[in-house]
């Protein structure tokens, strides 16, 4: 009896830390996920920005 719950508690252990450890990698991809999203978004942002820059100092040198 001791020696089945000895093992059915190293399976449940088992079980848990292969959860644990999977649901863990999947939490580290979704943060990386993100991080690149607001990289790309940043890098957008800052694009657009230069674009409105160019376009008002073309729009300025138009006017002068």
């Known amino acids: 009896m001791i020696a089945f719950s000895l093992v059915a508690t ?4 088992a079980v848990l830390a292969v959860a644990l450890v999977t649901g863990l990698g999947i939490q580290v ?4 996920a993100l ?5 790309d978004t940043s890098r957008q942002t800052a694009k657009d920005q230069v674009s ?5 100092s073309e729009a300025f040198k138009q006017v002068t």
């Open 10 to 13: 190293r399976r449940v252990g």
């Open 29 to 32: 991809l979704s943060q990386g």
């Open 35 to 39: 991080a690149q999203d607001r990289k």
């Open 52 to 56: 409105h820059a160019v376009a008002l």
